[in-house]
């Protein structure tokens, strides 16, 4: 089986829990940045896991534009769904619902946060004081669920 992994991220905590689903999947993969490459042939991929951070309530965009121009394809693949951020209880389901089209979400094999990160050296100024008035965090935090990513790994793997 094939498997493409595409994410969206900012600040780089996509990326990194990418690639450490990626080590956790016994399959072939292929590991993309949706803000590098927007032309994927999904005819290519048995499963596709798309995910991303949350900031302010909404996934980036690439995301966003990479399922809608994609969405009768991505149907008829095994999907699973990812986010990443600070959110918490449900907030988490609520996110999840308005940033997947809901017959994706329904299609998915998994759907988890996998937690996310404040890196404050990768902040611009106006982030770094809603971070800091917002969630009250003045240092950078890292708090990525790794015990989520194995167990989206696991639910794939079956």
Same mark, same amino acid.
């Given at each position: 089986?094939?498997?493409?992994?595409?994410?969206?991220?900012? =600040?780089?905590?996509?990326?990194?829990?990418?690639?450490? #689903?990626?080590?956790? #999947?016994?399959?072939?993969?292929? %590991? &993309?940045?949706?803000? *590098?490459?927007?032309? %994927?042939?999904?005819s290519k991929y048995d499963? &596709? &896991?798309?995910?991303?951070?949350?900031?302010?309530?909404?996934?980036?965009?690439?995301?966003?534009?990479?399922?809608?121009? @994609?969405?009768?394809?991505?149907?008829?693949?095994?999907?699973?769904?990812?986010?990443?951020?600070?959110?918490?209880? *449900?907030?988490?389901?609520?996110?999840? @619902?308005? !940033?997947?089209?809901?017959?994706? %979400? !329904?299609?998915a094999k998994t759907v988890? =946060?996998?937690?996310?990160?404040?890196?404050? !050296?990768?902040?611009?100024?106006?982030?770094?004081?809603?971070?800091?008035?917002?969630s009250k965090v003045t240092?950078?935090?890292?708090?990525? #669920? =790794? *015990? !989520?990513?194995?167990?989206?790994?696991? *639910?794939? @793997?079956?």
């Open positions: 089986m094939k498997t493409l992994i595409a994410y969206g991220t900012k =600040h780089g905590c996509s990326q990194k829990c990418a690639m450490e #689903l990626s080590r956790e #999947l016994k399959d072939k993969i292929e %590991i &993309v940045n949706l803000r *590098d490459k927007i032309n %994927i042939d999904l499963r &596709v &896991v798309l995910g991303g951070s949350v900031y302010i309530g909404r996934i980036q965009k690439e995301v966003t534009d990479f399922i809608s121009g @994609n969405l009768e394809e991505l149907l008829k693949k095994e999907i699973g769904l990812f986010i990443c951020g600070m959110q918490e209880n *449900d907030m988490i389901k609520k996110e999840i @619902n308005e !940033n997947f089209p809901a017959e994706l %979400i !329904n299609k988890k =946060h996998f937690g996310g990160e404040f890196n404050f !050296n990768k902040m611009n100024f106006m982030e770094k004081v809603i971070v800091k008035k917002v240092s950078d935090k890292s708090d990525i #669920l =790794h *015990d !989520n990513i194995k167990k989206f790994a696991m *639910d794939l @793997n079956s």
